[in-house]
């Protein structure tokens, strides 16, 4: 059975800096695609930052020259390092995981992929 396990976050001021990480574990494969996605009060869950499984990366305009995501395929370990913090950024961050080729991976990576527990990232003023 697939799991992701999600480590790291928490609480900084605005303007400071987080890791997360994410680990596949019960796995079969070596090769997925994976993505960081948040969910803030009151909006919708949106993508943050992925890696397909070619390893090209992608990000959300809102986090781009902030964040730095990198993937680990040989321990399919996703990682998420979060600089320049603002409030906006405040969220639970989720990390999911799905085995296949590049673009029909991450395509169908929102829907049909495996999920971390979650985790907390709060930037207060």
């Known amino acids: 059975q697939v799991q992701l396990v999600q480590s790291g976050g928490g609480s900084v001021q605005a303007g400071g800096s987080l890791n997360i990480s994410c680990v596949v574990s019960g796995n079969k494969y070596s090769n997925y695609c994976m993505a960081w996605y948040r969910r803030a009060p009151g909006k919708e869950r949106e993508e943050v930052a992925g890696v397909d499984s070619d390893g090209s990366i992608r990000y959300a305009d809102s986090v781009k020259g902030r964040f730095t995501v990198s993937k680990e395929n040989g321990k399919n370990t996703l990682s998420l390092q979060m600089n320049s913090l603002n409030i906006d950024d405040t969220g639970m961050y989720y990390c999911?995981?799905?085995?296949?080729?590049?673009?029909?991976?991450?395509?169908?990576?929102?829907?049909?992929?495996?999920w971390g527990q979650g985790t907390q990232v709060t930037v207060s003023s």
């Open positions: 999911a995981a799905l085995a296949g080729g590049p673009g029909a991976c991450y395509q169908a990576l929102r829907e049909h992929g495996y």
